[in-house]
Nanobody, 115 residues
């Protein structure tokens, strides 16, 4: 069973940058499609970006050109580099994958963009 643990959230000013990490424990990390989701207060959880085992990435329109998803399969780690952050990016960010038809989530990490 894969377990996911995010880190790297915090408070940043508008226009700043932040990098998130998601460490996966378990086997066969490299074969999974991994994703970052986020959930703002009072809003539904939304997909931010996803990446295949081979490194093909997709992004939500709202973060294209500002966020970069990447992975290190040797380290079982997923990353999200966030640049040019806006107050609308404030949310809890979650690492995600689907295993056997079941969604797996980390505990989430808070990102707050505010001056």
């Amino acid at each position: 069973q894969l377990q996911l643990a995010e880190s790297g959230g915090g408070l940043v000013q508008p226009g700043g940058s932040l990098s998130l990490s998601c460490k996966a424990s378990g086997s066969f990390f490299s074969i999974y499609v991994m994703a970052w989701y986020r959930q703002a207060p009072g809003a539904q959880r939304e997909l931010v970006a996803s990446i295949t085992g081979g490194g093909r990435a997709n992004y939500a329109d709202s973060v294209k050109g500002r966020f970069t998803i990447s992975r290190d399969n040797a380290q079982n780690t997923l990353y999200l580099q966030m640049n040019s952050l806006k107050p609308d990016d404030t949310a809890v960010y979650y690492c995600n994958t689907v295993l056997g038809g079941k969604a797996l989530w980390g505990q989430g990490t808070q990102v707050t963009v505010s001056s």
